[in-house]
């Protein structure tokens, strides 16, 4: 299909692409996006990762003490706001 069209019609077509992309994806669009679909993925029920099944002191042993408390990036800036 491209081999069809001139150099100046590749021209305007990049920059209406790139017109686009910058209306489009921009942060704010982008954090929506990720708002969304966190607050309809986490919403319906609680996340919990399956390393809370495994006891504290083994945890700590092999070093993922860490992976027991999650906490979805979300939750958090909601409590802290």
Request: aromatic content about 10%.
């Amino acid at each position: 299909m491209l081999q069809h069209v001139n150099s100046e019609e590749l021209k305007t077509l990049a920059v209406t692409m790139q017109k686009i992309a910058a209306r489009r994806y921009t942060w704010d669009a982008i954090a929506q996006r990720y708002r969304f679909v966190l607050n309809t993925s986490f919403a319906k029920r609680p996340v919990t990762p399956r390393a809370a099944a495994i006891p504290v002191e083994t945890a700590i042993r092999y070093g993922f003490r860490h992976l027991q408390q999650a906490n979805v990036f979300e939750e958090r800036r909601t409590a802290n706001a």
